[in-house]
């Protein structure tokens, strides 16, 4: 049966959270008009550090209170970018990791909580890099922290088995071929100019790796088109949750228009309106002779 808690409730739960190969991230923009995102993430290659959580109740040196329960990965390079641009819109930042067992007991974990994303080469991605003991390998484009608030567990009774047979290293070569050719020289090949292409916009065009925005106004890089059709959004004309004039608006400005129109021709409202403007007449004409002759009320 399915249980809920605030944090991750057992030591072995994090034991367990840890060794899986695989988990998902699900997250969407605050526009109803937009697309929810799943991406699959986990270990970038064998012993390799790539996602942890902190402990319960980790106490802040500084500040001497209590952090809240986190959970963060490390977040590859890819022709997509949905997460880092869901999360990093105004008043958005939900997201929600699934953690499924394919080989023994059957269970299925998700972790509730706000994103944050540190960008690469920023002060606070340098900082959890620093403190967690991460390797940084060629391709890796920021830190995602996700603030627990809610963990819930299921049974996972209808998921599959699988057997694990190895960590794909294609990703892991291109990006290592690529930081090599820009080493050499070759500038076409700089990560910020494919975070330009790639990564500066979502496919409902919201923006994406600040990185990747200021590379392409620098260099003049066209965003990719990623969606097809004439209902894809333009880059740089984002969804937004009251982005542009929208049909809503008119509804409410044509309502607001009827119902000025039915109060001021309703009798009892000009009955009321005309004993208002009475009671303001009479307390101008209470105003003292002292005042200047220029806000006097005149007969």
Known sequence: MGEFFETIPKESLIKWILAQKVFWVATAPLSGNGHVNVSPKGQVSANHKSFGVTPDHVLDKDTSKDQQQMFWYLEMTGSGNETISHLLE?????????FNEFQK??????LWGKGRVLE????????MVERENIEIIPGVRSIIVVDIHQVGTSCGYSVPLFEFKGFRSTLNEFFRRKEERYLAGSEKDSMPRYWALKNAWSIDGLPG???????????????MKKMKGPFAPKNRAGLGVRGGFQIEHLV??????????S???HPA???????RIREVMMQVRA???TLPSSIRFRD
Not at 120 to 127: D, R, Y
């Open 269 to 275: 409202f000009q009955q009321h309106a005309q004993t």
């Open 252 to 261: 409410i400005m044509l309502l607001t228009v009827l119902l000025a129109m």
């Open 105 to 110: 007991e059957p269970r299925i974990l998700r």
């Open 120 to 127: 690469f080469g920023t002060e606070p991605f340098n900082e």
């Open 90 to 98: 105004p008043g958005n930042g939900r997201i929600t990791t699934q």
């Open 209 to 223: 790796m600040p990185t990747g925005l200021k590379a392409g106004r620098e260099y003049s890089i066209e965003p």
């Open 287 to 289: 105003v003292p002779e």
């Open 263 to 265: 109060l001021a021709t």
